[in-house]
């Protein structure tokens, strides 16, 4: 499930019934946008290089996210 650390981000759902397997997009999304690195070293451990490419496609990930995170995208193994 999600670390408790990572919980904050998701003020607006229960995080007990939000399951990463299921919703991996909408998590890597908001991670993106309000993230702190160690968010973000979780969910780039969790998470496959297709289903980050398919979080970044979402329009929840500002341009700015994007621009951002594609480069590292790339590099992903």
Same mark, same amino acid.
């Given at each position: 499930?999600?670390?408790?650390?990572?919980? %904050?981000?998701? !003020?607006e759902?229960?995080?007990? *019934?939000?399951?990463? @397997?299921?919703r991996?997009e909408?998590i890597? $999304? #908001?991670?993106?946008?309000?993230?702190?690195?160690?968010?973000? %070293?979780?969910? !780039?451990?969790?998470?496959?290089? *297709?289903?980050?490419? @398919?979080?970044?496609?979402?329009?929840?990930? $500002? #341009?700015?996210?994007?621009?951002f995170?594609?480069p590292?995208l790339?590099?992903?193994?």
């Amino acid at each position: 499930m999600i670390p408790s650390n990572i919980k %904050r981000y998701f !003020w607006e759902v229960d995080t007990e *019934k939000l399951n990463p @397997k299921k919703r991996p997009e909408y998590i890597i $999304s #908001r991670l993106l946008e309000y993230g702190r690195p160690d968010a973000i %070293r979780w969910a !780039w451990r969790s998470f496959s290089k *297709k289903e980050w490419g @398919k979080a970044l496609k979402l329009r929840e990930v $500002s #341009r700015k996210s994007k621009n951002f995170w594609l480069p590292f995208l790339s590099n992903k193994q």
